[in-house]
């Protein structure tokens, strides 16, 4: 199972990387692995804006349908349209090609809520 130490992550699985103001999100390779094979993910549209914990939309796998849900609060800015197509990417490749929002104009007091990699590890072991 990866963790990368350059992310942040959440209790709930989720992972963020927040680069000049935007923060990019998906779920956690843990998350993936637990989820099983996705097949279908339903999104947000482009400039919805949320508070962090809001359910942003689902995952479907084969085992589940799971609500997606916003780390922090914000605006999408970007979605990873790429998954309409090929979900199964979330599996493959869930740190990189299997993001699935980028969300901008962020309160700046919300981020000390994450946890670095190692907290993240600890969690789920």
């Given at each position: 199972?990866?963790i990368?130490?350059?992310?942040?992550?959440?209790?709930?699985?989720?992972?963020?990387?927040i680069?000049?103001?935007?923060?990019?999100?998906?779920?956690?390779?843990?998350?993936?692995?637990?989820?099983?094979?996705?097949?279908?993910?339903?999104?947000?549209?482009?400039?919805?804006?949320?508070?962090?914990?809001?359910?942003?939309?689902?995952?479907?796998?084969?085992?589940?349908v799971?609500?997606?849900?916003?780390?922090?609060?914000?605006?999408?800015?970007?979605?990873?349209?790429?998954?309409?197509?090929?979900?199964?990417?979330?599996?493959?490749?869930?740190?990189?090609?299997?993001?699935?929002?980028?969300?901008?104009?962020?309160?700046?007091?919300?981020?000390?809520?994450?946890?670095?990699?190692?907290?993240?590890?600890?969690?789920?072991?």
């Open positions: 199972m990866t990368p130490d350059t992310l942040q992550y959440t209790k709930g699985h989720e992972w963020i990387r680069e000049n103001g935007e923060a990019t999100i998906g779920i956690t390779d843990y998350a993936q692995g637990e989820l099983g094979d996705i097949i279908f993910i339903e999104f947000p549209e482009a400039g919805d804006k949320f508070n962090a914990g809001d359910s942003i939309g689902t995952i479907e796998a084969v085992k589940t799971a609500d997606l849900f916003t780390p922090l609060a914000g605006e999408i800015s970007e979605i990873n349209l790429k998954l309409e197509d090929e979900p199964e990417a979330i599996n493959k490749d869930p740190y990189e090609s299997g993001w699935i929002i980028k969300l901008k104009n962020i309160p700046e007091e919300e981020k000390p809520q994450l946890l670095t990699a190692s907290g993240y590890k600890k969690y789920i072991n």
